[in-house]
């Protein structure tokens, strides 16, 4: 237990500096020792979510390019939420707009800050195991190219090992699915790759 008082900042005003694919807000602040100063947010969204998918000891991921990295990389069926849906109803609208899935029930499994020194949003993270395809998924931005892989879950684990996988929500959605029981530790189904569809009881 922390003893000593933890104080907060003061915010004395927000200005929006930059809004584009992401949006800027500089806070002027009073720290607590009154030491008045600024500090930039990103503020771009309201909230991200992003499903870990698992179906008979596969995973179901996604795979777009990544502009920023300049890289095709494996990441989550997810993106952004808005301020009028919940982050349930945000999820399952990208699980149907990108891979064309329905999900029966979605678990909550995470909630974590993608960057909690510049970043006010968060991404809430959920596990789906029922689903029904109901056809092609959205294709209407040509930016957004999104392509469904199927990963036993053994190679999942083996290509985060090796630091192939770097999408942030994919790697945490699977340690917290592994914590939570939902599917195996990390790694324990890699001598044996028939027993990684089964969480152990």
């Known amino acids: ?57 596969d995973v179901i991921l996604t795979r777009q390019y990544r502009y920023p990295l300049d890289r095709w990389i494996h990441d989550l069926p997810g993106g952004a939420g808005a301020a009028t849906e919940s982050p349930s109803a945000a999820a399952r609208r990208e699980l149907e707009e990108e891979l064309g899935l329905t999900p029966h029930t979605l678990k909550p499994l995470h909630t974590f800050a993608v960057n909690p020194g510049r970043s006010a949003w968060s991404v809430h993270l959920f596990f789906c195991e029922a689903w029904t395809s109901v056809g092609p998924a959205d294709a209407s931005d040509p930016s957004e190219e999104v392509r469904l892989v199927r990963m036993a879950l053994h190679e999942l684990d083996a290509a985060i090992a090796s630091g192939e996988i770097v999408d942030p929500s994919l790697i945490v959605a699977r340690a917290c699915a592994a914590a939570s029981g939902l599917l195996p530790p990390l790694g324990a189904t890699a001598q044996d790759p028939h027993r990684a569809g089964a969480a152990p009881r």
């Open 1 to 57: 237990m922390r003893s000593e008082i933890e104080a907060h900042w003061e915010t004395t005003g927000r200005t929006e500096v930059y809004a584009g694919r992401v949006r800027l807000v500089d806070h002027a602040v009073v720290l607590p020792d009154g030491t008045r100063t600024h500090y930039e947010v990103d503020e771009s969204i309201p909230f991200a979510v992003a499903t870990l998918v698992v179906d008979d000891g």
